[in-house]
């Protein structure tokens, strides 16, 4: 089981799982740039003087990666619920837990972190599998105000539900249910099962995995990066430890929204992401744009699981020089590895064309040419 603790340090291509919301820059009022794919509706921030610096944990293992569970709407209906689940002790008994008139029972602690926890957990009235994460508030906690919602909603939840608004995408973990209380909020999710993070996957592989697989995940992890975006979010995390895959179906899903942000057409003058993902761009000027900055992402990731490391100066050299080649790799992989880590954000591969590259068409592993 992989150990979703905030406070775990992580070696190789390991990164501490970042759960935080510690995010202080304004986005334009617009939700995405995305003008060829679909018109999105303005969202609306709502000034608060709550803190949104919440380490957070993430939520994994167990769900039937069903699609035909019928699941809860989300809702925000105030009612009364129990204090902090991490202050309570089980005692040997069930624990219920009653989030908008809906019974769960409450399990075993996925995971803990400075501010919250994720607990395992299933819907009394049908067993369903679901991960139950409560976050403690401090000060400056975001609120936003998103279509279809008469109050503001906190940022991580607005940024949950607008990325799920629409046809349903897989790729991306559904948020079943919310509370805001005074002084915490809860969020039920579905629970994946059996799975595993995309670090401790690799790691049960040697560390990495092979072409045919790594085509497989990185198909769905682009595709869910894509629809976010789509949709107006930044997801600003995109990272193993930030993508569940089923053990049996390989089949991936994309977690935590905590360092999200909604998508737009200027700069960002603050990353909130992970060290080893952060685009070049940020490191030199000080500020990146939300998309060149997923397509980077996503060539550190399928560097990652292929190598079983991240880029180092050689490598980045090599790519930039269009010079960059790994032995046992084929070439279309590294060719694609090149067009998502150009140092120029311009000259980085659109995130909608990365699935049309040639090493995504090339059906049969066995035929890819390898260096």
Not at 42 to 59: K, L, M
Not at 79 to 86: D, G, I, K, Q, Y
Request: glycine residues 6%; proline residues 4%; charged residues 20%.
């Amino acid at each position: 089981m992989s150990d979703w603790s905030t406070d775990v340090t992580q070696t190789s291509a390991r990164t501490a799982s970042n759960w935080s919301a510690d995010i202080t820059y304004t986005p334009d009022l617009t939700a995405s740039d995305w003008s060829t794919d679909i018109t999105q509706t303005p969202v609306r921030r709502t000034p608060s003087n709550w803190s949104n610096d919440i380490a957070q944990t993430p939520i994994c293992t167990t769900s039937n990666w069903s699609v035909n569970v019928i699941q809860t709407s989300v809702s925000s209906t105030e009612v009364s619920v129990s204090p902090l689940a991490w202050q309570l002790e089980k005692n040997g008994k069930m624990k219920i837990e009653v989030i908008n008139s809906c019974h769960y029972v409450i399990g075993d602690m996925l995971g803990e972190g400075t501010f919250g926890a994720v607990y395992e957990g299933s819907r009394l009235q049908d067993g369903f599998k679901v991960a139950v994460k409560y976050v403690a508030k401090t000060e400056n906690v975001e609120y936003i105000s998103i279509p279809g919602h008469s109050k503001p909603l906190l940022l991580e939840v607005a940024l949950h539900i607008l990325a799920n608004r629409g046809p349903s995408i897989p790729e991306i973990i559904q948020l079943l249910d919310w509370q805001d209380q005074h002084d915490h909020y809860v969020m039920v999710m579905e629970r994946p099962s059996p799975c595993a993070d995309l670090f401790e996957f690799a790691e049960c592989h040697g560390g990495s995995i092979d072409e045919g697989l790594a085509c497989v995940v990185m198909r769905q992890a682009t595709q869910a990066a894509y629809m976010c975006c789509r949709r107006g979010v930044l997801h600003g995390d995109i990272k193993l430890e930030n993508l569940l895959i089923n053990k049996e179906t390989h089949e991936v899903k994309l977690i935590d929204f905590g360092c999200g942000d909604l998508l737009k057409k200027s700069s960002y003058k603050i990353f909130t992401g992970t060290d080893q993902y952060c685009p070049p761009e940020f490191k030199e000027k000080g500020e990146y744009n939300g998309k060149p900055a997923t397509v980077w992402s996503l060539g550190v990731l399928l560097f990652a699981l292929v190598c079983g490391d991240f880029p180092n100066v050689d490598d980045l050299n090599k790519i930039n020089a269009n010079n960059f080649y790994k032995a046992g790799l084929s070439v279309e992989c590294c060719q694609l590895i090149s067009s998502c880590l150009q140092q120029e954000p311009e000259q980085r591969l659109r995130l909608s064309e990365i699935l049309l590259h040639d090493w995504f068409k090339v059906t049969d592993v066995e035929n890819l040419k390898t260096v």
